[in-house]
């Protein structure tokens, strides 16, 4: 029997899409529904005003009814007019959540499907043994980053200059659609305001407004934008690389070492990460690749070794 690993995210899809069809949809159409008879019976209460306006000779009823409802008309109104921005903010969230659902699991599903693809070949490599090396035998192989992810979380990728390692697509959707959930509370939120305040917008007034719709979000979506960019540069044409806001000249790179490490979480569980580190000819090290996909770090290891030119260590790594 097979057994059912994370790594088949198509089970995973279940939840989201059932929790959807079956609990958010009826929920939405009820109302909806709702929604349309109070906005219909508002409607009826405007032309059954316009109609008694235009009376000749109004009733007392009729003048009762007038006043009764030029009190009721404006109130309704607007409370229709606020609960269609609601539903536009509402809207807007589930079109983020369409497009962070979409794009994770999209992500996912494409990345472990050109991993298995058959088109790939096997890539024969031979590590050094960095026990017969002055630097490699004085290396320390205690892991460079305490923590890390059990999924593909970085990617080494090609560019017009030579190479970058940045953040996977799986993580860049996730910080779109917090800063995107976001800008859509925001943007209406202040839509809203305009709208219905007749006093001008202050700034005191801006930030309260701003911090207490999406701003939060927005800033932390930006915040990950940022912090999900390329970590990582590979100038083949310069021949450097730039990592830790350090430029190091390719004659400096010396080895390449690989090691794995256990990751002790509390919610998600525990792990092994792996990590690709550089090793300088002064036997400094820095950090190039640290995510929990093995086969596409060895990889992108192989490519980065090929790219310098240098031997790659490994401690137990297969």
Not at 67 to 79: A, D, F, S, Y
Not at 207 to 216: D, H, Q, V, W
Request: glycine share 6%; hydrophobic share 40%.
């Amino acid at each position: 029997m097979k057994k059912v690993s994370f790594g088949s995210t198509w089970l995973f899809t279940i939840i989201p899409i059932g929790i959807f069809v079956f609990v958010v949809i009826p929920q939405l159409q009820n109302t909806y529904s709702s929604f349309q008879h109070r906005k219909t019976a508002m409607q009826q209460s405007v032309r059954e005003l316009d109609s008694l306006k235009q009376l000749p000779n109004p009733t007392r009823k009729d003048l009762n009814t007038i006043k009764r409802l030029e009190i009721t008309v404006p109130i309704h109104q607007l409370g229709i007019k606020k609960e269609q921005y609601t539903y536009y903010k509402t809207g807007g969230m589930l079109a983020v959540l369409a497009f962070m659902f979409t794009g994770m699991f999209g992500a996912s599903y494409w990345a472990q499907k050109k991993k298995k693809s058959p088109k790939n070949k096997q890539i024969e490599f031979t590590f050094d043994d960095y026990t017969t090396d002055a630097i490699g035998q004085h290396l320390s192989w205690n892991a460079m980053k305490s923590s890390g992810s059990n999924f593909l979380s970085e990617r080494l990728r090609k560019t017009a200059f030579g190479y970058k390692i940045t953040s996977s697509s799986y993580l860049k959707f996730v910080a779109w659609s917090f800063f995107l959930m976001g800008l859509n509370y925001v943007v209406w939120s202040f839509i809203a305001f305009f709208d219905f305040s007749k006093e001008p917008l202050t700034f005191m007034e801006g930030g309260k407004l701003f911090f207490t719709s999406g701003g939060p979000f927005l800033l932390v979506g930006a915040f990950l934008l940022v912090s999900f960019g390329a970590k990582v540069y590979v100038n083949t044409k310069k021949r450097k690389i730039i990592v830790e806001n350090k430029v190091i000249p390719f004659q400096q790179a010396y080895a390449l070492q690989v090691l794995s490490k256990f990751v002790e979480g509390n919610t998600s569980g525990s792990y092994y990460c792996y990590e690709v580190n550089l090793v300088t000819q002064q036997g400094e090290r820095y950090n190039l690749l640290n995510h929990g996909d093995k086969e596409y770090l060895l990889s992108d290891m192989v490519t980065i070794s090929r790219c310098l030119k240098v031997p790659v260590w490994n401690n137990g790594v297969t």
